[in-house]
Nanobody, 117 residues
Framework: QVQLVESGGGLVQAGGSLRLSCVAS????????MRWFRQAPGEERVLVAG????????YYADSVKGRFAISRDGVKNNVYLQMNSLKPEDTAVYYC??????????WGQGTQVTVSS
């Protein structure tokens, strides 16, 4: 099995920045596509960013385009989410996930991001 552990969340003022990390370990068979999701209290979990196996193709939800950047470390199979110009509506628990053939296979435990005005 693959284990994913997120870190880097915290409390930040509006307009500030955070960098989330997701460390992958355990049984692997090469590299995977990766995604970042977020879930606010009382809301559905939604996709915010994705990156392919080689790191040369990315996807962003409209709500974060131009502010967030996803990247990966191919050697360590880690994935990152740089979050700039944060807004209170970005407040949520952020999760990373591995993807095979377009389907989520493994979830991390999540890291809390809170943005104050």
């Amino acid at each position: 099995q693959v284990q994913l552990v997120e870190s880097g969340g915290g409390l930040v003022q509006a307009g500030g920045s955070l960098r989330l990390s997701c460390v992958a370990s355990g049984r692997t068979f090469g590299t995977y596509a990766m995604r970042w999701f977020r879930q606010a209290p009382g809301e559905e979990r939604v996709l915010v960013a994705g990156i392919n196996w080689s790191g040369d193709s990315t996807y962003y939800a409209d709500s974060v385009k131009g502010r967030f950047a996803i990247s990966r470390d191919g050697v360590k199979n880690n994935v990152y989410l740089q979050m700039n110009s944060l807004k209170p509506e970005d407040t949520a628990v952020y999760y990373c996930a591995t993807v095979y053939t377009g389907e989520v296979k493994n979830w991390g435990q999540g890291t809390q991001v809170t943005v104050s005005s």
